[in-house]
């Protein structure tokens, strides 16, 4: 993966991005620009009043108006259902339909959340499965497509970040040559914030039975200076 810096951090032998997490602007550059977002450079990232595009630049800034889209209840709903640990994709239509089936909107600077299933999947899983997944090279995961069609659709909504309960937002694994991925695309040209392994089970079965969908979002990130994630520290308040 191109990164520039390590894409991981290191604080205290404890990994930000070992569970829930925000990826930050410097997570990756893309694969051909070999920049980050707004044109910074690798050495750009770093300590100091000088640094760009450091997750510490979000501590306490992380507060806005939450939509979850659940869309793997409404394709359950649908009669189909895709196997959330597998690398199968939710299309933007997909979304589309979810979000109009529980009749939200997507409003301009909304922190979008949205429901694969895959961290149910998982956590339902036998010790053994969970074995069997654990080394990076054999995790399958699900995700939401990486099409320019979708990336349009959060651009032109003007969607201030979105967050996932599976490990990559995309599907695990993606290519990490194609240009097209939706990590180049949201974070180092579009300068959109991506969460992975958020805990939403419990919040989809809470907008179910109330049938809202809309939410406030407090998130706290950590305030390391240089970092390129962290963890979310995030709650919704309905």
Same mark, same amino acid.
């Given at each position: @993966? ?10 205290? *032998? ?118 069997? @997944? ?81 939410? @406030? ?5 950590? *305030? ?8 979310? *520290? ?5």
């Amino acid at each position: @993966m191109p990164q520039f810096p390590d894409a991981r951090d290191s604080l205290d *032998n404890y990994n930000t991005q070992e569970g829930s997490q925000w990826d930050g602007l410097a997570h990756v550059g893309h694969v051909r620009h070999r920049k980050f977002y707004n044109g910074v450079t690798d050495d750009q990232v770093k300590d100091g009043p000088e640094g760009k595009l450091s997750i510490h630049k979000w501590a306490n800034r992380v507060v806005g108006r939450g939509t979850l889209i659940d869309v793997r209840k409404f394709t359950q709903d649908k009669g189909r259902p895709l196997d959330p640990l597998s690398s199968a994709t939710y299309k933007l239509k997909d979304l589309q339909d979810a979000l109009a089936a529980q009749k939200a909107t997507l409003k301009p600077g909304s922190i979008l959340l949205v429901r694969t299933g895959w961290l149910g999947a998982y956590v339902a899983a036998s010790a053994e499965q969970k074995k069997a @997944m654990a080394p990076l090279e054999a995790l399958k995961s699900c995700g939401i497509e990486a099409t320019s069609a979708l990336v349009g659709w959060l651009w032109d909504s003007r969607v201030a970040a979105i967050g996932t309960d599976c490990p990559a937002v995309e599907q695990w694994p993606w290519d990490f040559k194609d240009e097209g991925a939706l990590h180049y695309r949201a974070l180092s040209m579009l300068g959109l914030p991506l969460g992975e392994q958020f805990v939403l089970d419990d919040l989809a079965a809470d907008c179910a039975a109330d049938n809202r969908y809309e939410f @406030m979002v407090v998130s706290v990130p950590m *305030n390391l200076e240089g970092g390129i994630a962290t963890p979310p *520290n995030a709650v919704a308040i309905k």
